[in-house]
Structures are given as C-alpha cells and as structure tokens.
DNA sequence: ATTAATCCAGTTTTT
DNA sequence: CTGGATTAAT
C-alpha cells in the first residue's frame, strides 16, 4: 500500500521528524499510516494530536483511522489550532463566547474613532488597515510591542505608534471586559495557559509550511515527546496571515537531532499537469531541490488553455463545458484567485440547472434574521455582551446604538455588574444612567428634569425597573426589555430550546417583521403583502434550519461557537465545487477549471502591490493547478463589460508555456 | 443629540 | 449587497 518512502516516514523512531510531501505524494495516506502505527505500537489515542488547517481535514483523516480502529479513532485529539485551543480552554473555562472577527473589527473601529488625530502630518492608517496590522502582529511577532514593529516597518508612522498602542490597549481590556474572544486569543490564551494543557506522546502538524509564530508558540506550549510535521515548501499561501516558511526551513536547525523524510511520487496528477505546475514553480527561487516522479498515467490529456473576449462569456462558456461534461459533479472543481469570481459561475450553472457548492458560503449566516438570531443567544450566554444587545435593541423604534448603551448601563449598574440581575432582580437606583461623578448638587437638579416616569409603560412585568426611567425610552423599547428579562427567567438547557424560545419571543417577532417589511418594499414606499409573505416564509425557514442545525449540539455555548466561527467551515448542497485557491488546499478533483487567469487578478497584483510577493501568487497557482487528476483547463478573458476594464492574460500563463 | 432614511462607492486570501 | 456619508426628522 505505502511505498518505500512513505513507509519510512511512517516508521519514523519517536522524536523531531519532517516530512517534506509535494502536491499529490500521498500526505494524507502518510499520515494516517503513522497514526496508525502509533496505535498499533500501544501509544493511547488520547496521546495523539492532530493538527491540520481546516476541520475538514482532520475528521477525513480521523475517518479513515476509523475503518482499522473504529473505537480508538474518536478519541484521537484532532482539529485546527484554533478548534483545539478552543476546547482546551472550554476545558478551564466552561462560559467562552467567541465573537467573529467583523464584531471586533467593529469594536476596533468604535475606538479608533475617538481618537484625535489631527495636527499630524502623517496620515494615519486607517482603523481597518490598523486593526489588520494587529492581527498580522499577533499572528508574527514576540519579541517587539505593536508600536515598536510598526514604526519599524514604516518610520513615517513613528510619531503614531503611542496613538496606536493606546488604542490597542484599550481595544483589549474593552473586548476582555464584554467577554469576547477572537480567533488569535484562542491561541494567545493556550499560550498563557501552557502549565495546565495536557501532553502528548506525539503531535502532527498538517500543512506545516503554513504555520507562523503564533501557532508555532502554540506548538512549543504543548509538551509532547514526538513531532510528525508535514508539508511542501511550494504549497506555502499563508503570507498574509504571518506563515513564516522559516519554521519549517529552519527544523533540521531547531532539533538537531530532527530526520527529514521526502515524498517524490506523485500519485495524483499525470504528467502533462505535473510539469505545467512545475513549469511555472521553477521560476521561484528553489529553497530546496524538486524532483517528482509521476506514477499516474491514466488518460494523459494536455491541459488546455480557454481564451474568451469578455468576463461573462467565460463563466456561461465553463458552465456550458460543465454542464456537457461527463465527470461526476462532484468531481469538478472550479478554481478561483478571488472569490469574486464565483459568483459569476454560480449565476451560469444554476440557470443550467447543474448543482454546485461553495465553501464558505457566508450568506446564509450573513443574513439579518441569522445574525439577530446570534445575538439574543448571545446575550442570553454572555450577559456582558454589549454588542449584541445593541443591535438587537436597535430593532426596537425610537431605539439607536446610545440610547441602547445607556440602558445596557444602566442595566449593568442595577445588577451591579450582572445585566441578567439588571432585568430581574434591580437595584432600586435612582438614576441609573448618571455619567461618572458629576457635580453632585447640579447632577440632581439636571437629573429630576431628564428622567421619565416608570409608569409610561404598558403591558410589560419588569415595572419596577429604575432603566425605564431612561427619558428616550421607547414604548417598544421597553417592552423588549421586558421580553429580554422574560428570556432571562427561563432556565433553557439545550441550544435548539435557545432557538425555539427566541422564534417564538415578542423581540424576534418584531425583528422578522422588520426585516420582511424591508424586504418587501417597493421603489413608492409601500409594501408589497405578497413578496412580505414570502420574506417572512424564507426567514422562518432559515430559523428553522438553525434549529435543526442545534439538535446536533447539546452545550449551548458549543453550537454558539461553531455557527459564529465554523460557519465558514460548513458547506451547503452538493455537486460542483467552488472554491477559492487557499479554499482548495488539501483537495483534489478530476477535472478542475482555473479561471480568471488575468494580469491584476490572478496574480492579485494590489496584494502584491500591498504587502504580499509574487513568488506567493506563484505558490498559489501551483496549488491550484496541483489540484487537478486528470483533466485541467486554463481560462482568462479579455474585457469586462461590466467595469469596462481591459485584460491581460496572466504571467503564468506563459511561464506554464501556454501562450 | 440621536435616530431614520437614502444614496453612493467599492469588493483579499483563512481560522 | 453593505458600509459610510449625508440629510431629514424627532
């Protein structure tokens, strides 16, 4: 089954050993085979952790254990760094809320803007761009305060790096006090808590060429008695996200006492796509020396290069091919450099009727309904939660994010501290809302007049709340309130209760019908009852599925985590597979179409521009192609009508001697 | 001051 | 399609 090289690897005494795997050596099988010999060799499943990049990943690999150790397999620790660090600390802490990385961009950004930066002469990087920078910090570096590396990286910015810091302090004691984590604290907080992590006989480590600082600190933090990383110098794509190919060029250095293992048989693509994927990788500067023999033969056709006048003539052309094709959809992948891309292909294989799916598709969980959804079970779970219950509350008329904050404080205030006591059980304050120490004589006057009546209200139980007394508080403001505290008072155990009391609450009522009247707006105004019905009919289908969804969770803040976060992760429907290049690593198909081989596009020449190289967008097109078995088409276009832009065909397109 | 509505530009890759 | 900016309304 294994040949010669692979077997060695797979025989590898405990200790520092690297495989060097190129596309299609037979990673995987590897893999699998050395966690199997681990077993055989008595070493306990849970004493071995599997690391890999997606989660996907990790459970094929954990499947194929399965068939020769159906019960030991489920116990193997196994994920991303992230799913992994995530259940170690749910281990010490059971109540973690993750927040995706668009909230806390949000919250960045909130901050940001209170800063003054005029009377400087250099402009400033935008919250956005500074927010990256953080996240590509934490990612990289260790030994330099965000400050330092920036005015390291660009001097001009010197005379801002106090500004940025200080909004980076604040940032983090800001996101530890609402209880957020992101993806990178995952990691940072195992780091900090590297005394009370289990070990391991042996970890491996998927993909290794992509790994950066962060995940490698991550690694040193485990205590382990064997590692069995493997990857291949040229699938590194992970620049931007701080992969340092210094990690694995530098192993043999790091454990002098490391072997080095090398898989040169190709058994994936034929020749014609193996030496047009090294065709173009001998243009970067070889780090270590390439000779792959291929062993697939079978039905050897040339990959054909796909040349089309305009952008959308190539999507309905591709779709056309698709659709006539006789390849099992599934085995079909279309292969994009910017998900851009997709949606054009998408458009050209639904009006044919051919099935497709996308990783990634955010859609769903970017709509209104799924994200309000989130939020009430967020702040239902994390009760300091000051996002969520903002944009909830904003759903409620009259109410906008201040109004909503200050009776997020007060709330706060009259539960001292705890929003859920806030609700039920308040302090008898006079004024929840006073700011800070105010001069205490003109504090009271100024008070008397501002506040309202508790008694406005209609129609709601937490009547003796001191934050009904906010003078801006709305009728139906207050009542979501009150439906929160009613939320608040029910003791709700599994995630897909969590779904069907919110479906049937007064605030999400509101909510749907908020967004079906939007929905069903016409160009004069008014709403349109049929397309609102059907608004309303597709909202509550996706609650629905949300609902079916939680069945397969039984801790709440686990399904919480795993839709905010793993949305990403979840694929929908099946047939042929959209994928972006960074989407696609790890996979493999029969017939894959590369398109959008344009100059700017792909290679992404503002990326490049930006912050990446082109040997990188090089790495990604040999991935791209690498993916391929049997049947490989190249496509650019010329012009897009649309934008009205003009093409021209991508370097690599020449580098692979196609054109 | 705050919220609501409306119009305009822009859109990188992942956990 | 969404975030941002601008404007009108409370």
Same mark, same amino acid.
């Given at each position: 089954?294994?040949?010669?090289?692979?077997?060695?690897?797979?025989?590898?005494? $405990?200790?520092? &050993?690297? %495989?060097? +795997?190129?596309?299609?050596?037979?990673? *995987?099988? !590897?893999?699998? #085979?050395?966690? @199997?010999? $681990?077993?055989? &060799?008595? %070493?306990? +499943?849970?004493?071995?952790?599997?690391? *890999?990049? !997606?989660?996907? #990943?990790?459970? @094929?690999?954990?499947?194929?254990?399965?068939?020769?150790?159906?019960?030991?397999?489920?116990?193997?620790?196994?994920?991303?760094?992230?799913?992994?660090?995530?259940?170690?600390?749910?281990?010490?802490?059971?109540?973690?809320?993750?927040?995706?990385?668009?909230?806390?961009?949000?919250?960045?950004?909130?901050?940001?803007?209170?800063?003054?930066?005029?009377?400087?002469?250099?402009?400033?990087?935008?919250?956005?761009?500074?927010?990256?920078?953080?996240?590509?910090?934490?990612?990289?570096?260790?030994?330099?305060?965000?400050?330092?590396?920036?005015?390291?990286?660009?001097?001009?910015?010197?005379?801002?790096?106090?500004?940025?810091?200080?909004?980076?302090?604040?940032?983090e004691e800001l996101k530890a006090s609402y209880g957020f984590l992101g993806f990178n604290d995952l990691l940072l907080e195992v780091i900090r808590h590297k005394g009370k992590i289990k070990s391991f006989k042996e970890v491996l480590?998927?993909?290794?060429?992509?790994?950066?600082?962060?995940?490698?600190?991550?690694?040193?933090?485990?205590?382990?008695?064997?590692?069995?990383?493997?990857?291949?110098?040229?699938?590194?794509?992970?620049?931007?996200?701080?992969?340092?190919?210094?990690?694995?060029?530098?192993?043999?250095?790091?454990?002098?006492?490391?072997?080095?293992?090398?898989?040169s048989k190709n058994y994936r693509s034929t020749k014609y796509i193996l030496e047009l994927a090294n065709r173009v990788i001998a243009h970067n500067?070889?780090?270590?020396?390439?000779?792959?023999?291929?062993?697939?033969?079978?039905?050897?056709?040339?990959?054909?290069?796909?040349?089309?006048?305009?952008?959308?003539?190539?999507?309905?052309?591709?779709?056309?091919?698709?659709?006539?094709?006789?390849?099992?959809?599934?085995?079909?992948?279309?292969?994009?450099?910017?998900?851009?891309?997709?949606?054009?292909?998408?458009?050209?294989?639904?009006?044919?009727?051919?099935?497709?799916?996308?990783?990634?598709?955010?859609?769903?969980?970017?709509?209104?309904?799924?994200?309000?959804?989130?939020?009430?079970?967020?702040?239902?779970?994390?009760?300091?939660?000051?996002?969520?219950?903002?944009?909830?509350?904003?759903?409620?008329?009259?109410?906008?994010?201040?109004?909503?904050?200050?009776?997020?404080?007060?709330?706060?205030?009259?539960?001292?501290?705890?929003?859920?006591?806030?609700?039920?059980?308040?302090?008898?304050?006079?004024?929840?809302?006073?700011?800070?120490?105010?001069?205490?004589?003109?504090?009271?006057?100024?008070?008397?007049?501002?506040?309202?009546?508790?008694?406005?209200?209609?129609?709601?139980?937490?009547?003796?709340?001191?934050?009904?007394?906010?003078?801006?508080?709305?009728?139906?403001?207050?009542?979501?309130?009150?439906?929160?505290?009613?939320?608040?008072?029910?003791?709700?155990?599994?995630?897909?209760?969590?779904?069907?009391?919110?479906?049937?609450?007064?605030?999400?009522?509101?909510?749907?019908?908020?967004?079906?009247?939007?929905?069903?707006?016409?160009?004069?105004?008014?709403?349109?009852?049929?397309?609102?019905?059907?608004?309303?009919?597709?909202?509550?289908?996706?609650?629905?599925?949300?609902?079916?969804?939680?069945?397969?969770?039984?801790?709440?803040?686990?399904?919480?985590?795993?839709?905010?976060?793993?949305?990403?992760?979840?694929?929908?429907?099946?047939?042929?597979?959209?994928?972006?290049?960074?989407?696609?690593?790890?996979?493999?198909?029969?017939?894959?179409?590369?398109?959008?081989?344009?100059?700017?596009?792909?290679?992404?020449?503002?990326?490049?521009?930006?912050?990446?190289?082109?040997?990188?967008?090089?790495?990604?097109?040999?991935?791209?192609?690498?993916?391929?078995?049997?049947?490989?088409?190249?496509?650019?276009?010329?012009?897009?009508?649309?934008?009205?832009?003009?093409?021209?065909?991508?370097?690599?397109?020449?580098?692979?001697?196609?054109?």
């Amino acid at each position: 089954m294994l040949n010669t090289e692979q077997q060695a690897a797979v025989d590898a005494p $405990l200790g520092y &050993n690297l %495989v060097i +795997a190129s596309a299609g050596t037979g990673k *995987t099988s !590897t893999i699998v #085979a050395r966690i @199997e010999k $681990l077993l055989i &060799n008595k %070493v306990r +499943a849970e004493d071995i952790l599997l690391l *890999t990049f !997606t989660n996907k #990943a990790a459970a @094929e690999m954990i499947k194929r254990v399965e068939q020769k150790f159906p019960k030991e397999a489920q116990r193997i620790e196994a994920g991303t760094f992230h799913a992994v660090g995530y259940r170690w600390l749910k281990s010490i802490n059971s109540n973690l809320v993750l927040k995706s990385p668009k909230e806390l961009k949000t919250l960045f950004k909130s901050i940001y803007e209170r800063r003054d930066f005029t009377r400087l002469e250099v402009q400033p990087y935008a919250a956005s761009t500074l927010f990256e920078y953080y996240s590509f910090y934490q990612n990289s570096i260790e030994e330099l305060s965000f400050g330092e590396w920036i005015q390291k990286r660009n001097s001009e910015h010197a005379p801002l790096a106090a500004i940025y810091e200080d909004i980076i302090q604040e940032y983090e004691e800001l996101k530890a006090s609402y209880g957020f984590l992101g993806f990178n604290d995952l990691l940072l907080e195992v780091i900090r808590h590297k005394g009370k992590i289990k070990s391991f006989k042996e970890v491996l480590v998927d993909e290794y060429q992509d790994t950066n600082n962060l995940q490698a600190r991550f690694l040193n933090a485990i205590n382990c008695e064997s590692l069995f990383c493997v990857g291949d110098y040229d699938q590194s794509i992970f620049a931007f996200n701080g992969a340092n190919i210094d990690i694995i060029a530098s192993f043999t250095k790091r454990y002098p006492d490391a072997r080095v293992y090398n898989l040169s048989k190709n058994y994936r693509s034929t020749k014609y796509i193996l030496e047009l994927a090294n065709r173009v990788i001998a243009h970067n500067k070889r780090i270590y020396p390439k000779r792959l023999e291929v062993m697939n033969n079978r039905n050897a056709k040339s990959p054909k290069l796909l040349v089309f006048e305009d952008l959308y003539d190539q999507y309905e052309a591709i779709a056309q091919k698709i659709y006539l094709s006789s390849t099992p959809k599934e085995e079909i992948a279309v292969i994009f450099r910017n998900n851009a891309s997709a949606d054009g292909i998408e458009a050209a294989l639904r009006q044919r009727g051919v099935l497709c799916k996308r990783k990634g598709s955010r859609s769903l969980f970017d709509m209104k309904e799924i994200q309000a959804l989130f939020d009430i079970v967020a702040i239902l779970i994390n009760p300091k939660d000051l996002l969520s219950f903002i944009h909830i509350l904003q759903y409620a008329k009259g109410i906008g994010a201040n109004i909503a904050k200050d009776l997020f404080e007060g709330l706060q205030r009259c539960g001292e501290g705890d929003l859920k006591k806030g609700l039920l059980e308040p302090l008898d304050l006079y004024d929840p809302f006073s700011k800070k120490e105010r001069n205490y004589q003109l504090a009271l006057f100024d008070d008397l007049s501002q506040l309202g009546s508790k008694s406005r209200f209609k129609e709601i139980a937490i009547l003796d709340n001191p934050v009904l007394k906010h003078p801006k508080l709305s009728q139906e403001g207050a009542k979501f309130l009150d439906e929160l505290a009613r939320l608040y008072s029910l003791r709700i155990k599994k995630p897909s209760s969590y779904i069907e009391h919110i479906k049937n609450s007064y605030i999400f009522n509101e909510i749907v019908n908020t967004l079906a009247a939007k929905r069903a707006k016409q160009k004069d105004g008014t709403i349109d009852e049929v397309i609102y019905e059907d608004a309303r009919q597709k909202i509550m289908r996706r609650i629905a599925l949300m609902e079916h969804l939680a069945k397969r969770y039984n801790d709440v803040y686990r399904f919480y985590n795993a839709m905010v976060l793993g949305s990403s992760e979840m694929e929908e429907g099946e047939g042929v597979n959209l994928l972006s290049v960074h989407a696609s690593k790890g996979l493999e198909f029969r017939e894959v179409y590369i398109v959008d081989l344009m100059e700017t596009r792909f290679p992404n020449l503002k990326l490049v521009a930006k912050s990446g190289s082109i040997e990188e967008e090089r790495r990604l097109f040999y991935v791209a192609v690498t993916r391929a078995k049997e049947i490989l088409y190249l496509s650019f276009a010329k012009y897009d009508r649309v934008k009205r832009v003009e093409f021209l065909p991508s370097r690599f397109l020449k580098e692979a001697g196609l054109l």
